[in-house]
């Protein structure tokens, strides 16, 4: 009953829904709006964005369509664009030829460094906010985050660090670091991209 | 930089940007799943839903594109499409004609009232989450909306309670209460409804 607002005044859970459904609308916009002086829109940049922030071996098409929460065909459809503007590239795993992995081309490189900016306005409105209440919003946000995610409603891809899963300077060399769950050595700079696997050992 | 991991450890901001852009996801996943079974669009729901809590004289075109954060042209569309089905009538506002009123039909009526528990599988993941937790959340969303309200990236509709301009039982009949902004008496039922111009009494 959260759009009912008489429903609303005595249930605390109706009124956050709605609180974060109205939010979903400004962002939506709000990032509508950079896309738009970007040249792109919202879902090409965040296929930029999750080429150039993804480990590579898990740059893959159907991991794009689980980060965006979007269907198979959509994703294809938008990764296939780019691929046109030649700003993706396609290419085979080595492990898994049917496996086909995304990767950004030179130029694809440049368009997406320059989308870094992206969201900015969302994150420069938080900084209007005092630091207390961003504390606590901050732990909130990470209860329904783990909640959505235990539904398997978003993909939380982050960095290593903090993974159940990580081994940290397992041995010597240009690929000290080991994940327990790919079962591979990873250099620094891949244990620092994002992996959809990514397991927080907090809360657990 | 609230898509590149590494900025996003040392950088509250970018990290409750990123959070609450994941949830954007989410939502629009969970919405999405909750109106294919209901057979419509996400945004044919939102404009029944519109229609059926919206103070009648405020149910405009140009507030449901402000509600939902779209264009006009794209709002007219959405509406024109409810009209077709026989769901929603426009008609002319009594004191200036230019203005469009949206009306449910009957059929409407009932196609709303279906609605009413779309978004539940947002309040229902919220349930799960612990009461303490959900009363920051609260307060962290509320400063972060009210951000947001003050820049216009959000429409904040609510009943007439708690507004600044109510004057509530001013006087006796059918019409009791009255509205200072919009200079007029309202019936209970109207103060029920949904406002656009809602402005809420705390934090002023
Ligand atoms: S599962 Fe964990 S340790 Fe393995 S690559 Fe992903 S984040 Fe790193
Ligand atoms: S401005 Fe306030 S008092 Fe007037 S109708 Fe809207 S909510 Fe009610």
Partial sequence: MIFDPNQRQNNRSARISMALFRMTQAIKKMTQLESDAAGFTPIQIQALLFCLHTRSDAATVGNFAHAIG???????KVINGLV??????????????????LQLTSEG??????????????????????????ASLELGLGSVIAAMQQ???????????????FHPNAREGSEPHYCGLVQKH???????????????????
């Fill in 109 to 134: 490189q440049l368009a997406a460094a320059k989308l870094e900016q992206w969201g900015q306005s969302l994150e420069d409105l938080l900084l209007t906010i005092p630091e207390e209440t961003l």
């Fill in 186 to 204: 990873l250099s620094n700079e891949a244990s620092l991209k994002e992996c959809p696997e990514h397991t927080s050992s907090e809360g657990v």
């Fill in 70 to 76: 979007t269907t198979h065909v959509t994703a294809v």
């Fill in 151 to 165: 539904e398997g409603h978003v993909v939380v891809a982050e960095p290593c660090l903090g993974c159940i899963h």
């Fill in 84 to 101: 046109q503007k030649e700003l993706i590239n396609k290419a085979a795993k080595l492990e898994d030829r049917r496996v086909t992995l």
